[in-house]
């Protein structure tokens, strides 16, 4: 189940009766399976991603048939990092997941209970479900319950000041609508974070082996159909990246074709290599000009849990 941002429905619901609200967790949104001892991780896109976050195993000793709902994050002074768990998204390597563990744990954020002892809990209201939750209780260090708050504009307030992403307000009456984004649910960032299909890449002016530049899009209704609408180029943040990983990302999606309407305007389209529009990047940006591009935005990383399909048009 997603959320819709606040924008979309009019503002944050402000009713503290019928809504709760929660922190928005800035990281990697999993379902956490745990059956017969062990315990599977699967990513929104339905990939498991079990491997890469070994220090989530303790999950399998904290009940015997549990299905949860959360975000896995790296916390750094108590604030997620999303450059810190970037990293870790496409590891599939057990040694250098547990290296990779070692050196910044990662912990899971659980919000919602979907079964519990074999029986499906998403048909009964998120009152019911939160409940069930907390009297299961988190076990170890592997996971920890998402926070419930009853004043949404207290929790706005207090979430800025700690330099978090936003929040959510979640109607207690809410049935569980698995992969539906349903206005149930509302989230509200404080943070410009927003992720983008990237639909083209250039290469360093100096190192045709180096990627400079991603060319960034955002999903927009025009006449009968869905259309990429070109939101600028980002190098910002690419520095740090592991170039040998996005060159074969970059590879993996490309095509002889601009997937853009409009076509993107020069200068920006010299020299650059078309992609096949799947390929999401999570990007940190200072809002949009009046012509629809990002200001100053700076790559954090690569969401290989996101479906670039899947991304609400702006």
């Known amino acids: 189940m997603l959320a819709v941002p606040a924008e979309r429905v009019g503002g944050l619901p402000l009713d503290g009766s019928t809504w709760a609200y929660e922190v928005k967790w800035d990281g990697m949104r999993v379902l956490a399976d745990v059956q017969d001892g062990r315990v ?13 976050f070994p220090e989530l195993a303790g999950l399998a000793a904290a009940h015997a048939d549990v299905l949860l709902d959360g975000e896995v994050v790296v916390l750094r002074t108590g604030v997620p990092s999303f450059s810190a768990l970037a990293e870790r998204f496409h590891v ?24 519990l002892y074999g029986v499906d ?27 419930v708050y009853d004043d949404g504009p207290a929790l706005l307030d207090a979430t800025r ?29 404080h943070q410009r974070v927003e992720s983008c299909v990237v639909g083209g890449w250039r290469a360093e002016t100096d190192d045709a082996g180096r990627v400079g530049a991603l060319l960034l899009g955002l999903w927009s209704d025009g006449p009968g159909r869905r259309v990429l609408r070109y939101a600028g180029k980002a190098g910002s943040g690419l520095a740090t990246a592991d170039q040998r990983d996005l060159l074969g990302l970059l ?64």
């Open 40 to 52: 599977r991780l699967w990513s929104r896109r339905g990939n498991d991603v079990t491997v890469a």
């Open 92 to 115: 599939r390597d057990a040694r250098r997941a547990a290296v990779l563990a070692s050196a910044a744990p990662a912990t899971l954020i659980a919000f919602d209970v979907l079964r």
């Open 121 to 147: 809990l998403t048909g009964r209201p998120w009152q019911e479900r939160r409940e069930a939750l907390e009297r299961l209780g988190p076990s170890g260090t592997a996971w920890q319950l998402s926070p």
């Open 161 to 189: 000041e700690r330099g978090l992403e936003g929040i959510v307000a979640k109607r207690r009456a809410s049935l569980y609508r698995d992969g539906a984004r349903s206005g149930d649910w509302v989230k509200l960032a």
């Open 251 to 314: 590879s993996a999606v490309s095509t002889s074709r601009s997937p853009f309407d409009p076509p993107v305007p020069r200068p920006d389209n010299t020299g650059a290599h078309w992609l096949d529009p799947r390929l999401v990047v999570e990007v940190r940006h200072l809002g949009h000009t009046d012509g629809g591009r990002l200001r100053q935005p700076v790559v954090l990383g690569v969401r290989p849990d996101l479906d670039a399909g899947d991304l609400v048009p702006s």
